[in-house]
Antibody, heavy 117, light 111 residues
Framework: QLQLQESGPRLVKPSETLSLACSVSGGSIKSSTYYWAWIRQSPGKGLEWIGSINSGGTSYYNPSLKSRVSMSVDTSKNQFSLRLSSVTAADAAVYYC?????????WGQGTLVPVSS | QSALTQPASVSGSPGQSITISCTGTSSDVGTYDLVSWYQKYPGKAPKLIIYEVTKRPSGVSNRFSGSKSGNTASLTISGLQAEDEADYYCWSYAGSRSLVIFGGGTKLTVL
């Protein structure tokens, strides 16, 4: 059974780029038909879909974040990644990686990313 | 692209049934049978409890059921239990992989 685990910095400074990775275990990211997604939840707010990518590297982003987001897949490491540039305090959130086709049945535990100088 | 509309809160007593609505548009909920529901406890990752409007993943209690009418999807929890107290989010495919929208979330309180 697939499992996901996020990793990344514990703190990001304003204007810098947030970089997170999601390691996939229990299966190959390359052979899966899943879309691999990033979803976040800011304090006191609801879930926000950031974007998703398939194993072939085709990516889709939330229009509201599109200018600052990029995602990639590294099949050699069996992981996928998120980069969010020019972060502000509004980007402070728990970031989750998730996987599925038209629903997300597999989730990482989430990683809290504060934004502070 | 607008978020799906959910009530901010619902409540019920143990043993009762409650329904949470999720209203979209003819471009998303009304067109695609690709609505899913997630249960979220504070500090925990969301858990998929309903997918493709009515289907339950393996291991999810049959007290959870989903339905759809027009542009509105619904999650019903029957035989309410204290452990059901959580936030619930709906999600719908919206015709493109770049248009993925969550509802604002509903806080369920078990009285």
């Amino acid at each position: 059974q697939l499992q996901l685990q996020e990793s990344g910095p514990r703190l990001v400074k304003p204007s810098e780029t947030l970089s997170l990775a999601c390691s996939v275990s229990g299966g190959s990211i390359k052979s899966s038909t899943y879309y691999w997604a990033w979803i976040r939840q800011s304090p006191g707010k609801g879930l926000e879909w950031i974007g998703s990518i398939n194993s072939g590297g085709t990516s889709y982003y939330n229009p509201s974040l599109k200018s600052r987001v990029s995602m990639s897949v590294d099949t050699s490491k069996n992981q996928f990644s998120l980069r969010l540039s020019s972060v502000t305090a509004a980007d402070a959130a728990v970031y989750y990686c998730a996987a599925g086709e038209y629903s997300y049945g597999i989730w990482g535990q989430g990683t809290l990313v504060p934004v502070s100088s | 692209q607008s978020a799906l509309t959910q009530p901010a809160s619902v409540s019920g007593s143990p043993g009762q049934s409650i329904t949470i609505s999720c209203t979209g548009t003819s471009s998303d909920v009304g067109t695609y049978d690709l609505v899913s529901w997630y249960q979220k406890y504070p500090g925990k990752a969301p858990k998929l409890i309903i997918y493709e409007v009515t289907k339950r993943p393996s291991g999810v209690s049959n007290r959870f059921s989903g339905s759809k009418s027009g542009n509105t999807a619904s999650l019903t929890i029957s035989g309410l239990q204290a452990e059901d107290e959580a936030d619930y989010y709906c999600w719908s495919y919206a015709g493109s992989r770049s248009l993925v929208i969550f509802g604002g979330g509903t806080k369920l309180t078990v009285l």
